[in-house]
């Protein structure tokens, strides 16, 4: 059979965009298509644009401490509108590069919806029918609003970007990553940060005592961090709403408490779990991700979706359709860029150059640009302490920096060793650059170090990180 072309990739995020131009590399006849903006959730409304607001959040601290190091300066303050233009310049840009890198690979692009029609076969949103001897998915997720009254008041980390101003208060809802770096952006940028989680901590799944320090430090920098909480209900903040009780506030467990909002018709009324009741600027949910496979045909198809939707594959990436692969975040295996973009170039290797090459998923570096910031890869404390005897080395402490402009932050240096090979099963960092500093630790974990590989490093001096390598002796066993 003829097709019309060897690979059809759907979506032109990081993974499907390597994916597509490797494979052209290599002689395939590719084509992508991607209906919103290329460079997928990472360039356009993730990754990147957070970052950038995660640098411009750190300037309200720097003056602080730019004066108790004996600089003669004024505060300023921050403009929304001209950073949003440049942010939104610098997408532009960012977005050019990746058509720019696809046609430049002889990648034929479609700024279309596409959608699978049989295990040969996409057809565009322009109606077009078009066959592919491969088909890979690649269409990444999008942020979940919780069913509950008023939901469709708030925003998402998808419209967080594009606010026309900035709001003076914001409650924020959910207790992972994006929320918990949004929380701390915001509140660098001068706005009033309300967080909810209904969990007993923020940050499920990393580390214990480095999530309980992220948390401690936020609170610490002025976000209002609410645990074991949730919100009941949202409306329109009325008038009666701001008049509250006593004139001109509400409701807080009974007692009277400012209140932040804007005018009626402007802010939302949220009433919590705690039976607290305020009125906000704004209400942002970071509630969790969902792939986006609505209605792509998939499972007509054969193609197994799991509980939240995603695409069921193996560890080469294949469905049970033999012609239709898929990666990146709508597998929901490891929502990370670099993983999405690893798993493109198996894919690649799997399907274009004749080498099986399963996606290794072990072992991968993050970081969470909380403030403070954190670094982790390998086990947890917790996680390593139920497959066996372990040694744990850890150090806390205030960095020279901080300590010197009289801030009480502390950074956490955390090792976990097995107590029989000997081998560093997981490391935790908090501190500044804290990613800066795991993508190193990175690869002497990745590649098997021992506590002993560490302890024959030579520390750099005076640095935070010269702890990793001069700790000697554990703090606990377990």
């Not at 004066?67 to 997408?91: H, I, N, P, Q, V």
């Not at 690649?138 to 919780?146: D, N, Y």
Request: glycine share 12%.
């Amino acid at each position: 059979m003829t097709f019309d072309y060897d690979l059809f990739v759907i979506g032109g995020g990081s993974g499907g965009v390597r994916a597509g131009r490797v494979a052209a590399a290599n002689g395939a006849k590719v084509a992508l298509a991607e209906e919103f903006r290329m460079g997928g959730t990472c360039v356009i409304r993730g990754c990147v644009p957070k970052k950038l607001m995660v640098f411009a959040s750190g300037y309200s601290e720097m003056f602080e401490d730019a004066r108790s190091y004996g600089w003669d300066l004024d505060d300023g303050d921050f403009d929304w509108s001209r950073f949003r233009r440049k942010l939104d310049a610098e997408l532009e840009r960012l977005e050019g590069i990746y058509r720019k890198l696809l046609k430049g690979s002889n990648v034929e692009i479609f700024d279309a919806r596409a959608t699978v029609k049989d295990a040969h076969t996409v057809t565009l949103s322009t109606g077009q029918d078009i066959t592919a001897k491969h088909i890979l998915v690649a269409t990444g997720g999008r942020p979940v609003v919780p069913d509950m009254p008023g939901a469709e008041l708030g925003i998402t980390s998808n419209e967080i970007f594009n606010l026309e101003e900035l709001p003076k208060s914001i409650l924020i809802v959910g207790g992972g990553y994006i929320a918990s770096e949004f929380a701390g952006i915001l509140n660098g940028l001068g706005v009033k940060v309300t967080q909810f989680y209904r969990g007993a901590q923020i940050l499920r799944g990393f580390d214990d005592e480095a999530r309980g320090l992220v948390a401690e430090g936020m609170r610490a920098k002025g976000v209002d961090l609410h645990l074991g909480t949730n919100v009941v209900e949202m409306r329109a903040a009325t008038e009666d709403d701001l008049k509250g009780v006593d004139g001109g506030t509400l409701m807080d467990g009974g007692k009277p408490a400012p209140m932040p909002g804007k005018a009626a018709g402007h802010g939302i009324w949220v009433k919590a779990t705690n039976g607290n009741e305020q009125v906000y600027d704004q209400v942002m949910f970071a509630t969790g991700r969902a792939p986006n496979t609505d209605g792509m045909g998939l499972e007509s198809l054969g193609v197994a979706l799991g509980r939240k939707g995603e695409i069921v594959v193996d560890e080469y990436s294949q469905t049970k359709v033999p012609s239709i692969y898929a990666i990146g975040d709508v597998t929901d295996r490891v929502q990370l860029t670099p993983v999405a973009i690893r798993e493109g170039m198996a894919f690649v290797e799997t399907v274009f150059k004749g080498n099986p090459t399963p996606v290794d998923h072990e072992l991968i570096p993050s970081a969470v640009f909380t403030q403070p910031e954190l670094g982790t890869v390998g086990l947890t404390e917790e996680q390593a302490a139920e497959q066996g005897p372990i040694e744990v080395y850890c150090s806390s402490f205030k960095p020279m920096n901080h300590s010197f402009a009289g801030r009480e932050d502390r950074v956490l240096m955390k090792l976990i060793v097995c107590a029989d090979t000997r081998k560093v099963l997981g490391c935790h960092i908090v501190s500044d650059h804290a990613g800066e500093l795991i993508q190193l630790v990175g690869i002497a974990v990745k590649m098997g170090a021992t506590k002993e590989d560490f302890d024959r490093t030579v520390a750099v001096h005076p640095t935070m990180a010269e702890e990793l390598v001069t700790m000697k002796e554990p703090v606990r066993t377990a």
